[in-house]
């Protein structure tokens, strides 16, 4: 009898601990989401405003959209090339000891995303130079 009451006793202090915790978890995540929501909708604004500051340089919609587009993708190719000039190195020389094929797949990777990084760093470059001075 005494077994009895100690389990139900350990068993209903367990069930308390367990449902304020998930109270206090949910109150955390509801308190959390709406952080991060107001953090996505200042990040929402900011985009806006630097999309309306590229229209606003450029003169024009279709320009400002491009020279927007052109700085994100030479922004975020960085990474991604270098990401890929990494997977190339270890195809060339950690894998490609072992099978020869592979050898030659890891340099074309590296030529690859080399070639990419230049054509993604240059075309803003080319762009905001061609808009400036050949429109005249």
């Known amino acids: 009898m005494k077994r009895i009451t100690i389990i139900s006793l350990l068993v209903v202090f367990i069930l308390t601990i367990f449902a304020?915790?998930?109270?206090v978890q949910a109150a955390q995540?509801?308190?959390?989401s709406n952080e991060i929501e107001g953090q996505i909708v200042q990040l929402k604004k900011d985009e806006a405003k630097s999309l309306e500051d590229y229209k606003e340089k450029y003169g024009s919609d279709a320009y400002g959209v491009t020279a927007y587009i052109l700085n994100l993708i030479r922004i975020y190719s960085i990474p991604l090339c270098f990401l890929g000039i990494a997977?190339?190195?270890?195809?060339?020389?950690?894998?490609?000891?072992?099978?020869?094929?592979?050898?030659?797949?890891?340099?074309?990777?590296i030529v690859t995303f080399v070639t990419i990084l230049?054509?993604?760093?240059?075309?803003?470059?080319?762009?905001?130079?061609?808009?400036?001075?050949?429109?005249?």
């Open 20 to 23: 304020t915790t998930n109270k």
């Open 118 to 136: 230049i054509i993604c760093q240059i075309l803003p470059l080319a762009f905001a130079v061609f808009v400036k001075f050949g429109r005249g």
């Open 87 to 109: 997977i190339g190195a270890i195809h060339q020389y950690v894998i490609g000891i072992r099978k020869l094929d592979t050898l030659e797949k890891g340099m074309g990777l």
């Open 29 to 32: 995540n509801k308190i959390l």
